[in-house]
């Protein structure tokens, strides 16, 4: 069964430091992976990137996929408190134009 | 331009009630989805509709419905809601143009089945 996992499943850092999110995933006939930021309500779209393995840069964070790995990161260096929410990925499948399939979600704090 | 809107925000209801929950968006997008959000799982597909007179199962589509009633609107009904649907509802839309995969999200729905 395709899947998506995210680690870890939260974390609690202090402003300036830098975090590491990743996201894993097991689906056959991927297209793209895409990040979303999750505060309040709705998830705001961050990043989308494909197996070639361009780095998408915006502001402090970054993403970058390992399609050897299978893999995602995602990285916010200085990190401050307008930074926590839920950080989710998901996976879209070439087979089924732009449905997504969405991991768990790694839940950011970040103590001033 | 509003982009994705949903309604209710809130609602409650008991065991055996029915409601449809409301979706429009205004981007002219061909696709639009129907989420629930529960702790610690994610975002898990109800429906979707890859465009205007087409709808499809997602993951977790059993006891809802959906109707696709024009491109821009898309409704989700619950027949006959259970306290297992107590969740927080998110439609999304998007277009599929060349490779971009974006979904834009609605603010949500937050329903409490009793």
């Known amino acids: 069964e395709d899947k998506v996992v995210q680690s870890p499943l939260s974390l609690v850092v202090h402003e300036g430091d830098t975090v590491t999110l990743n996201c894993s995933y097991e689906?056959?006939?991927?297209?793209?992976l895409l990040w979303y930021k999750q505060e309040k309500k709705a998830p705001t779209f961050l990043f989308m990137l494909?197996?070639?393995?361009i780095e998408k840069k915006s502001g402090r964070l970054s993403s970058i996929l390992d399609k050897k790995e299978l893999s995602s990161i995602l990285n916010i260096t200085a990190t401050q408190t307008g930074d926590s929410a839920i950080y989710l990925c998901a996976v879209v499948w070439l087979e089924y134009g732009n449905k997504l399939v969405f991991g768990a979600g790694t839940i950011l704090r970040v103590k001033s | 331009n509003a982009g994705v809107t949903q309604t209710p925000k809130f609602q409650v209801l008991k065991t055996g009630q029915s409601m449809t929950l409301q979706c429009a968006q205004d981007?002219?997008?061909?696709?639009m989805y129907w989420y629930r959000q529960d702790p610690g799982m994610g975002l898990r597909l109800i429906y979707y509709s890859a465009s205007e007179g087409t709808t499809d199962k997602g993951e977790v589509p059993n006891g809802y419905n959906v109707s696709r009633l024009n491109k821009r609107e898309f409704s989700l009904r619950l027949e006959s809601a259970a306290p297992s649907q107590t969740s927080v509802y998110f439609c999304a839309s998007s277009e599929i143009r060349g490779s971009t995969d974006t979904q834009y999200f609605g603010p949500g729905t937050r329903l409490t089945v009793l």
């Open positions: 689906v056959t006939n991927f297209r793209s």
């Open positions: 981007m002219n997008h061909n696709s």
């Open positions: 494909t197996s070639s393995g």
